[in-house]
């Protein structure tokens, strides 16, 4: 039997019909029995204050205890004016510190963006890799997933089109390899 693997996911998105969240979704459904997957809610989250880091936050403490307690992360966003929306770098900042305690430290993670523009949303998840750089994170690197024309890939009743399912297998089948640390 395969050992057991956790994953923490974060949706970059807040809104309930987001396109974003259904393809995180569908992702999560096509994990193995031995992959357990924990959405990391960034929506209650105070925005990221400094003087915060001498202060205990209830929200932090857990965002960054789930964020410790994985194998991986799977960040699946969308693009607010050519970045990342404020909420996911929201949960990064805050994850990051305080200084020297940062939870991205060597930690894996893996990137999917989806947009309904023709971009796919990848300024976001270019700045997203940006960031996880700077903080040493492990970046899974291929293959690299902008889904653009995204509300195209989902049919009428929000699942993802037959077509996308396929495209999505190559990342998925990575992912899972890359949290268990077989991808070498
Ligand atoms: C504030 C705001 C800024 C946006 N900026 C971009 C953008 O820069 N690039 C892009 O492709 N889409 C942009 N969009 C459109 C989003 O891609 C679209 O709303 C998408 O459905 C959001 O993902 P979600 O459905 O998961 O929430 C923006 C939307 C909002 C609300």
Redesign the pocket.
Known sequence: MSASIKIALIIG?L?K?????KFAQYIVSQMPENVTVEEVCIADLPLYNQDYDDTTIDSYERVRQQLTAVDAVLIVT?????TMPAALKNVIDIASRPYKESVWRHKKVALVT????N?G?INSGLDVRKSMQMLSAHMMVSPEVYLSQATDSLNEDGSVTERTQKYLQTFIDELVAFAAGTDA
Do not use: K, L, M
Not at 17 to 21: G, K, Q, Y
Not at 78 to 82: A, D, G, K, T, W
């Open positions: 998105s809104r019909a987001s396109i974003n969240r969308p693009e607010h004016n050519r989806a947009s309904p523009s971009y949303g």
